[in-house]
């Protein structure tokens, strides 16, 4: 891993402009934003590689962002926070971060979890021997963020995707509704039951197409689970 692609979530522009002005110096490819909504969209359908991100930022807490991100990836994600209780931190690394910093921090301190992060990045990148996941017609290609059936690509949004990745990871097997909603929402209430029964309706429209293949079963009451099709 070369040239990773880091995304910076930052909604105090001080602290914005020093990390991309430090990132672009040291020759980073990057890009930014202030607001959790954006860098979850940016993250899953751009190319980012490594997340720097704030925990306190004006639509969500960051470990929201976190706890999204992880339901349908492993890219690092390094923690810059102002908030230097223990708890803090606890519920961050919990939720998934790799790293935590604390405000105020040095460039050169910055620099070196940087590198660390892309050291491992490169052990998870040649530790994951599939890129792309095949079953039947459909395939999805982790690192483009694209699903096809046979050549077409599929028109997914986020979380269709997500959750067509989350039942991939585990072919065969029923993933429950409460497994499901917390890895996608980060919590199980009533409503996401109700959104995740409209988004797997709309994935199972576009991925089960030809009436004759059936990839996703409905188990009521429980879950659903990704059939295996030849
Ligand atoms: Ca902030």
């Not at 692609?5 to 020093?18: A, F, H, Q």
């Not at 660390?116 to 459909?138: I, Y």
């Not at 309706?201 to 089960?208: D, F, I, P, S, Y």
Request: proline share 3%; net charge negative; aromatic share 6%.
């Amino acid at each position: 891993m070369n040239d990773p692609k880091i995304l910076v979530v930052e909604d105090d522009p001080t602290v914005r402009n020093l990390i991309t002005t430090t990132l672009k110096a040291n020759h980073y490819d990057h890009e930014s934003t202030s607001n959790g909504e954006t860098a979850l969209l940016v993250a899953t359908t751009g190319k980012t590689d490594i997340v720097l991100l704030d925990l306190g930022l004006p639509d969500m807490d960051g470990v929201e962002v976190i706890k999204r991100i992880r339901s349908w990836s492993q890219m690092p994600i390094i923690v810059i926070s102002a908030r230097s209780e223990d708890a803090d931190k606890i519920a961050a690394l919990d939720a998934g971060a790799d790293d935590y910093l604390t405000k105020p921090f040095s460039v050169a301190e910055l620099l070196a979890r940087l590198r660390v992060t892309q050291r491992r990045l490169a052990a998870l990148c040649s530790a994951t021997a599939e890129p792309v996941f095949r079953n039947g017609k459909l395939t999805i290609d982790y690192g483009a963020g694209c699903a096809y059936m046979e050549d077409t690509a599929l028109k997914l949004t986020p979380t269709e995707y997500k959750l067509l990745c989350l039942l991939a990871k585990d072919v065969g097997k029923v993933l429950t509704h409460t497994y499901l909603t917390d890895k996608i929402w980060g919590s199980s209430w009533e409503n996401d039951m109700a959104s995740l029964r409209v988004h797997m309706a709309t994935l199972r429209k576009k991925v089960e197409k030809d009436p004759d293949t059936q990839y996703i079963q409905t188990h009521i009451g429980i879950g659903y689970r990704m059939l295996k099709n030849d």
